[in-house]
């Protein structure tokens, strides 16, 4: 067995999306003088790898502690996209020969976006899906998706349809994913449970690939 993370480390001041506040991580106890060692956290929500709840962007939807335990967890497939690099849109014609109805609890979007993490670049011109791609996916009845970029939108779209079509269908978004690259093409199951927030719109998650 193979485990594969697929988590960014969370550090003071990484960057995150536009309008969000920076990480801060402040030392709260002292080992030598407390005689024990810990931090406070302070972070939005959607900072870095991270999940989406539908009440996200929807009124009356299930907040992250809601959300069934099962929507985080299962197998899962990792599609080669890195043609549509650079603010291309990912379509249903792009989708629908890797991934069949039923055959996935989970797909992860593989752009190649990871490797601007941590500069500005990250935050402009990257890919997403289409309208017809979220609702191809929507209809092949996966539980969730994930992408290696800062939106499963593109960054050219209006009013985030995607994320409306998915978490309107209760399919949970995993955003800022790293390392898609060594699961591409591979079967493995997914792991990425979030913190149990009440009322949350989204958790900090640490999501893992597991390759038998």
Known sequence: MKIVDLTAVIKADSLVFPGYVRPAILK?????????????????????????????????????????????????????????????????????????????????????????????????????????????????????????GPDIDNYKSKGFPAHKILLGAGIVIYEGLINLGEISGKKFNFVGLPLKIHMGSASPVRAVAIIE
């Open 28 to 148: 709260w106890t002292d080992l030598e003088k407390h005689g024990y060692y810990s931090n406070l956290l302070y972070m939005v929500e959607h900072t870095l790898t991270h999940v989406d709840s539908p009440a996200h962007f929807l009124k009356n939807a299930n907040t992250i502690d809601e959300v069934p335990l099962n929507h985080f967890v299962g197998r899962a497939a990792a599609i080669d996209l890195r043609s549509k690099k650079e603010d291309g849109f990912i379509t249903k014609a792009d989708l629908q020969e890797y991934i069949k109805k039923d055959e996935n609890d989970i797909v992860l979007l593989y752009t190649g976006w990871e490797e601007y993490m941590g500069r500005e670049e990250y935050f402009a011109n990257y890919p997403g899906l289409s309208k017809d791609g979220a609702e191809f996916l929507r209809d092949v009845n996966v539980k969730a998706v994930g992408i290696d």
